[in-house]
């Protein structure tokens, strides 16, 4: 037929170009994402460590013992300590109720687990104001029983659980689904109770997923910035987190101060960076 290509002549023809393309797009693709890693991740991290130090060891020290960053950085690991355990209690009872279970509503329940991912965390923390302040809804309350929530540490713990509260669920529910109920419903029939089932059985199963979702966890509760900065009041000393301290460090110019201190956080974000490594690496090891 006129036109027509025989196909060993098509192979004999592009197979070299088809076998070079693939290599140079892998070249190039590479190449653009090593070329972005350095520029807008590697290059700002090593910035910060050589702005923090550009002043000397003494005034980087001076900067990190400083008694309000000393309290900012306790209120930050005070605010981790509650939030991320109640977190992962939280998580693996919405896993489980939403995997194990069927019952009305299921949807609506899993969307209000994703809401903080869809609303600004400032907003979240003037949802906050609009229920605590002292026109809020439980405004009158509050002041009666003498009870602070915003500008105090039960707010900034509040605002900290709401943006963070979605990430060992959101881990654990894809797991958990992947994983069945078999093993658990052999358990039960072989005679073991529900709390029995859960720490032999559904546990060891979900133990990297877990973790992986608590070590995000964390690293959001560090690093909230947005909710906390709404409900905190910025009281040096007292409701400051590491974020805000960075914050009014460099809004005062003293440039060196802040980067000390974002250098700490930064320090916290590579140990979590290297601890969800591990995580996903044992993980993929036991399949």
């Known amino acids: 037929m006129a036109g027509h290509i025989p196909l060993s002549y098509v192979g004999k023809s592009s197979g070299k170009k088809s076998a070079e393309e693939p290599l140079a797009i892998r070249v190039l693709l590479i190449s653009v994402a090593l070329s972005f890693l350095f520029l807008f991740l590697l290059l700002p991290l090593l910035a910060i460590f050589i702005k923090a130090f550009e002043q000397g060891m003494g005034l980087y020290i001076a900067s990190i013992t400083d008694p309000d960053a000393l309290s900012a950085i306790k209120l930050t690991l005070l605010v981790v300590v509650l939030t991320v355990p109640l977190n992962a209690l939280f998580g693996i ?130 690093g909230e910035f947005g909710a906390v900065s709404v409900v905190s009041g910025h009281i040096r000393g007292l409701t400051n987190t590491m974020p805000l301290h960075i914050e009014i460090l460099y809004n005062e110019y003293q440039f060196s101060a802040a980067f000390a201190v974002a250098s700490l956080m930064s320090i916290l974000a590579i140990v979590t960076l290297i601890l969800k490594n591990i995580v996903e690496w044992k993980a993929g090891e036991h399949g």
């Open 93 to 222: 009872a919405a896993a489980w109720a939403i995997t194990k279970f069927d019952f009305k509503g299921k949807s609506i329940l899993i969307t209000i687990i994703d809401l903080p991912f869809a609303i600004s965390p400032v907003i979240a923390g003037l949802v906050f104001v609009l229920l605590f302040s002292s026109h809020g809804l439980f405004g009158d309350f509050l002041f009666e029983h003498d009870i602070k929530i915003l500008f105090a540490v039960p707010g900034i713990v509040l605002a900290t659980l709401f943006v963070t509260f979605p990430f060992v669920a959101r881990e654990l529910i894809p797991l958990m689904q992947s994983q069945g109920s078999a093993e658990e419903e052999a358990s039960l029939t072989l005679g073991a109770n529900g709390w029995k089932t859960f720490w032999l059985v559904t546990l060891p199963n979900i133990k990297w997923g877990l973790l992986y979702g608590v070590i995000l966890c964390n690293a959001r509760a560090v």
